[in-house]
C-alpha cells in the first residue's frame, strides 16, 4: 500500500497566510510520477506546487541542503516558480533551520538563503542568467486585444518587452493604477496567444515612484486567472528594468502585488552590478 505523501501549504512573498500567494509544499515527492504530481496541484487549487526529491548528482551545496524542485499548476508542470521556491524554502527553513539551499530546477540551478527576522522566515532566491526580447507588434496587439487595453492606456516609459529569468513573461506597462485595477480579460484568448509565444503570466505593470511598482499577473496558461505574487515575473522584470535603463544597475526594488485580489504580498527584487542574475526575496509562513 503507497503511503501519501505530506502536503505541506504555505504563502509567499507575506507573513500572513491570508496574503501572498499559496502553494502546496511535498518535501518528499520520491514515489510521485508526472501524474500523482499533478493531480495534487490540480487537487489543491493553488497557481503551483512544489515538488522536492534528492538532487542530481554533482549539484553543489551543503550536505541535506540541496534538492530537485519540480513545479506543476493545476494543469501543467512548469520550468521554474518563484513563489513556490520560495514556499519551499520556507517550509524548509522551520525543518531544517535557516541557511544557504541549492535547487535544481528545469530552468537551471537556483540558490537560495533562508533566514530568520524578527521570528518569521524570510528567502532570497536567485534567479537563472536572464533576458529581454522584443514582442512583435502583431503579438502585442493581440494581447491588448484580449486584455481588452486600448494602447492609449499604456505607459509609454514601460515599453512591452518579453522577460526571461527561469520562464518567459510579457512585460506591459499600465498609465495608471486604476487601468491596472480594472482587469476583466478574455481568458481562452489571452491563454492561446500565451501557449504560442511559451509565456508563463503577463506581468501588468504601473510604477507608483523611482522604485516602487504595482503588478498583477494573469495566469491562464496554468488554469489561474490570475496570480497573486509572482516571483519568476519578478525576477524577470528586475532584468527588464535594469536592461532598459528604467533603475540604476545597482537597486532595490519593491513590488506589490495582490491587493487587487485580496491578497497583498511584497517582493523584493535586487539588482547588483556586475552580476546579471537578479535575486527576488520576500517572507512565508505556513497556512494552516
Not at 17 to 42: K, Q, S, T, W
Not at 111 to 139: C, F, H, N, Y
Request: hydrophobic share 45%.
Amino acid at each position: 500500500m503507497t503511503t501519501q505523501p505530506a502536503v505541506l501549504r504555505f504563502t509567499a512573498f507575506s507573513d500572513d497566510p491570508e496574503g501572498g500567494n499559496p502553494a502546496g509544499v511535498v518535501l518528499d515527492a520520491a514515489g510521485l510520477d508526472d501524474d500523482a504530481m499533478l493531480a495534487i496541484a490540480a487537487d489543491l487549487g493553488y497557481s503551483e506546487s512544489a515538488f522536492l526529491t534528492a538532487p542530481p548528482e554533482g549539484l553543489g551545496g551543503a550536505d541535506g541542503r540541496a534538492f530537485t524542485i519540480r513545479y506543476f499548476s493545476p494543469k501543467a508542470e512548469v520550468p521554474f516558480c518563484g513563489h513556490a521556491t520560495v514556499a519551499a524554502a520556507v517550509a524548509l527553513g522551520e525543518r531544517i533551520g535557516p541557511g544557504d539551499l541549492v535547487f535544481a530546477t528545469r530552468a537551471g540551478t537556483v540558490p537560495v538563503s533562508v533566514t530568520r527576522d524578527d521570528g518569521a522566515l524570510r528567502a532570497t532566491l536567485t534567479t537563472v542568467e536572464p533576458r529581454v526580447e522584443p514582442i512583435a507588434d502583431a503579438d502585442l496587439a493581440e494581447a491588448l486585444a484580449a486584455l481588452d487595453w486600448p494602447a492609449a492606456d499604456l505607459d509609454p516609459a514601460l515599453p512591452p518587452r518579453i522577460a526571461f529569468a527561469g520562464a518567459r513573461h510579457l512585460v506591459i506597462g499600465a498609465a495608471t493604477r486604476e487601468r491596472l485595477a480594472d482587469l476583466a480579460y478574455d481568458f481562452p484568448r489571452l491563454e492561446a496567444l500565451m501557449h504560442r509565444l511559451d509565456l508563463t503570466t503577463v506581468q501588468l505593470v504601473w510604477r507608483e515612484s523611482p522604485a516602487v511598482f504595482h503588478v498583477r499577473d494573469p495566469f491562464p496558461v496554468g488554469g489561474v486567472v490570475e496570480d497573486p505574487a509572482t516571483g519568476a515575473a519578478a525576477g524577470a522584470f528586475g532584468a527588464y528594468a535594469r536592461e532598459l535603463g528604467l533603475v540604476e544597475a545597482a537597486s532595490v526594488l519593491t513590488l506589490h502585488q495582490g491587493a487587487d485580489m485580496g491578497r497583498p504580498g511584497v517582493l523584493t527584487v535586487e539588482l547588483r552590478e556586475g552580476d546579471r542574475r537578479v535575486r527576488v526575496s520576500g517572507a512565508g509562513a505556513r497556512i494552516a
